[in-house]
């Protein structure tokens, strides 16, 4: 009757019926649908019918075989929706807080913004999802003061919202028992998990779990096949996972807490039998397991091997949370004594993670090594690493003389050990040292002894690089180069420099190849090369902001303002802007207690701000730097210290200036032969010669500069000894 009713209205009129919900409709209402469907009388009329496929198909509700039978006919058409993307969540937001979010600013937007993404990620975009976590945040609205209800972090607390959970649990109970057991095991293991896992837990076999699972799985609301995959062990499983992670958290929920912690430390000790020697390959889905099992110090262990897979992978802010939520678990451990090896473990790590992350200088790098190096008991292998990791943290701090103190620790150590890439990685650390602080004879004493012990090893590399933050052998290699620089054999410098970029390090692990290309610009820019520094610098800077690692360039981008105001002093006029720039970017690095090479980069700013014409700036630069060389005992750029000092009273032009300048040049040279630094006699010696030369003292200037020539063997074609040479030849005429 009700079919003819529909037929007579819509001789005049078009009707369009819809049913909502049909999931929850009774046999009458699917027999009108039927009906319907199935009559042969013209009739101006569209049915349109909504239902949620997961209410029906996994029960014996009529409208599934009804369905099916309009479908075989071709008498309805079914369309199934999309998930809702980001931006409609995002817009849905919009509207459901209208109210709130009727004015716009910058900081509701991205409030919005971020719990929209949160809420995707949560739900996956399934339209009932959305609304039902949406309706969740509504209620919290009520007791959150502002926006905090949408705050991202708050979001998780509530897993899944009641609405849903009652959903869940409706359609967990159409379920046959069977079914109900197989995925309660398969919610511990997580939002995916493995066919013999699930098996084992349930004491049934692989085969009997797959059917049953594969039954699910037709359901097309709760599971799906992932990947079939031959396990470590040789065992062949399949590997499914939940449709929705909120159907595995809720499914989760109904579990009992005692039973949970049972199962997971379960599932942790079957799949660390499944994967044996690769177990590390899972180390953060162990760590979850036995942590959520209350194996804690499994926990710890696995967070440990996960933090570190993490920096294999470059991926520092990753690690570091391993790292910190393996060390929250300490107090859990009950046994105490396993709670210091443990913390050893982690914490030379961290350190390594935040040199990265946030400098090799920062405050949490010192505390984290200065931690383990109180958990070190004496003479203990993890000794010498943490002692290494704490030398570089004080050497970027510029702390030299602490920093001597700490390599000559891992040196005695090393020696001891007679092991090549500990003596390698010592003589490292006095390289570096010894170079800052002036003494370059012994620095390439133990440069090219560290580099043959690090030759003799087969495979040094990546494992390293991962630990030091960058590749030690790479950094001594560039060491070298510069101590050869500053010894006056400027060619065996940039031949060792061209060297370092054949290393396979240096080519494959971003922090080294970044700092590498930093170092040579370096070098070339103090060869006065300024094309091939920037060259150089430019690359670094790039390769750094395309993997992330931003701070990394920090350096190079003051010696490329550097590099470009230098270059453009042959030119054109100095750019107030670079000067500006480099030293902002000094500012910020000692700041943040990296005081390493900061004589140096103050030499640099005074020379920008000198042939600016800025001669305050230049003197309170040059002031600076000469504070410093006393306070940290960094003793490289003393000579270039007092002839640039020359310079700034020479560019004055008074008498006593002179004077007082002819005095600090010899103060120059005097350090520079004191140092064996060639390359700094030369400069001070040709400064001293040109003033000698502009006061008449010709023989005096000839005898000074003669035999510093004479001494050179290369080097020829740079611009230093080309200049030198020229002025020795004017002097002769």
């Not at 004879?441 to 494992?463: C, F, I, N, P, Q």
């Not at 006593?656 to 700094?680: D, G, I, P, Y």
Request: net charge negative.
């Amino acid at each position: 009757e009700l079919a003819e009713a529909l037929e007579v209205i819509t001789r005049e009129h078009v009707l369009v019926l819809v049913l909502e919900d049909l999931h929850w409709s009774d046999s009458s209402t699917i027999e009108l649908l039927d009906t319907l469907a199935r009559r042969k009388e013209l009739a101006r009329l569209l049915v349109l019918a909504s239902y949620r496929p997961a209410e029906v198909n996994g029960s014996n509700h009529p409208l599934k075989h009804t369905k099916q039978e309009l479908q075989l006919h071709n008498l309805c058409e079914e369309i199934p929706l999309t998930a809702l993307n980001q931006q409609a969540i995002e817009d849905y937001l919009l509207h459901r807080f209208s109210s709130q979010f009727s004015s716009q600013t910058t900081t509701k937007t991205a409030i919005i913004s971020t719990a929209a993404a949160e809420i995707y990620q949560r739900t996956e975009g399934n339209p009932l999802f959305v609304v039902n976590v949406v309706e969740a945040l509504a209620e919290r609205k009520l007791d959150s003061p502002g926006e905090e209800y949408l705050n991202p972090p708050k979001l998780l607390l509530n897993i899944v919202p009641n609405n849903l959970k009652q959903l869940i649990d409706l359609q967990f109970d159409a379920l046959d028992s069977e079914k109900q057991k197989v995925l309660e095991a398969a919610s511990v293991e997580g939002a995916e998990f493995l066919s013999v896992t699930v098996a084992a837990r349930l004491k049934m076999e692989s085969e009997q779990v797959e059917l049953c699972i594969d039954d699910l799985v037709q359901l097309n609301h709760l599971i799906t096949i992932d990947d079939v995959e031959i396990l470590p062990d040789g065992t062949l499983s399949t590997r499914y996972r939940f449709i929705h992670a909120l159907y595995q958290e809720g499914f989760y929920q109904r579990i009992a807490q005692n039973r949970r912690v049972r199962l997971h430390r379960t599932i942790g000790t079957q799949l660390e039998t499944i994967y044996g020697g690769l177990a590390h390959k899972i180390a953060a889905q162990l760590a979850l397991h036995f942590e959520q099992g209350m194996a804690y110090a499994k926990a710890i262990d696995y967070r440990q091997q996960a933090g570190e897979n993490a920096l294999r992978r470059n991926a520092h802010t990753a690690a570091i949370e391993h790292f910190h939520q393996g060390l929250a678990l300490l107090p859990k451990v009950t046994n105490l004594a396993e709670r210091g090896p443990l913390e050893l473990g982690i914490q030379p790590l961290l350190g390594s993670a935040l040199m990265t992350l946030k400098g090799q200088a920062a405050p949490e790098v010192g505390k984290a090594y200065e931690r383990a190096r109180q958990l070190c008991p004496t003479d203990s292998p993890e000794q010498f690493g943490v002692t290494l990791g704490l030398w570089r943290h004080t050497f970027i701090a510029g702390n030299l003389d602490r920093a001597i103190e700490l390599g000559e620790q891992c040196f005695t150590f090393a020696k001891q050990t007679n092991q090549p890439a500990l003596l390698g990685h010592a003589r490292y650390a006095l390289a570096g040292t010894l170079m800052y602080q002036g003494e370059l004879e012994k620095a390439l004493m133990h440069a090219d002894a560290g580099l043959a012990d690090y030759r003799s090893l087969k495979d040094l590399g990546g494992s390293e690089a991962v630990r030091h933050s960058q590749d030690p052998s790479a950094t001594l290699m560039a060491y070298r180069a510069w101590i050869l620089f500053f010894m006056g054999y400027w060619e065996q410098a940039v031949q060792g420099m061209e060297a370092l970029f054949e290393l396979e390090v240096v080519r494959s692990h971003p922090q080294t190849t970044v700092t590498s290309l930093t170092y040579s610009g370096i070098l070339y820019l103090y060869l006065r090369e300024f094309d091939l520094a920037q060259q150089q610098l430019e690359k670094a800077i790039q390769l750094a902001q395309t993997w992330q690692i931003t701070q990394f360039a920090t350096i190079a981008k003051f010696f490329l303002a550097c590099t470009l105001q230098s270059g453009s002093a042959l030119h054109i006029k100095p750019s107030h802007h670079r000067l500006t720039d480099m030293q902002t970017t000094l500012d910020n690095r000692r700041t943040a207690g990296a005081d390493l090479h900061a004589t140096g980069y103050l030499n640099r700013l005074a020379e920008g701000y000198l042939r600016a014409n800025k001669a305050e700036r230049c003197l309170a630069m040059l002031s600076q730097s000469g504070t410093l060389t006393e306070q940290n005992n960094e003793r490289i750029f003393e000579a270039d210290t007092s002839l640039l000092m020359g310079e700034f009273l020479l560019s004055n032009g008074k008498h006593q200036n002179k004077r007082k300048a002819e005095t600090l040049l010899k103060q120059s040279l005097a350090t520079a032969q004191q140092q064996q630094s060639a390359t700094f006699e030369l400069r001070a010696a040709a400064h001293l010669a040109q003033l000698w030369k502009a006061q008449g003292k010709v023989s005096e200037a000839k005898d000074l500069l003669t035999p510093i020539l004479n001494r050179f063997t290369e080097g020829f074609d740079f611009f230093d000894l080309k200049q030198a040479h020229q002025l020795l030849e004017s002097l002769h005429v």
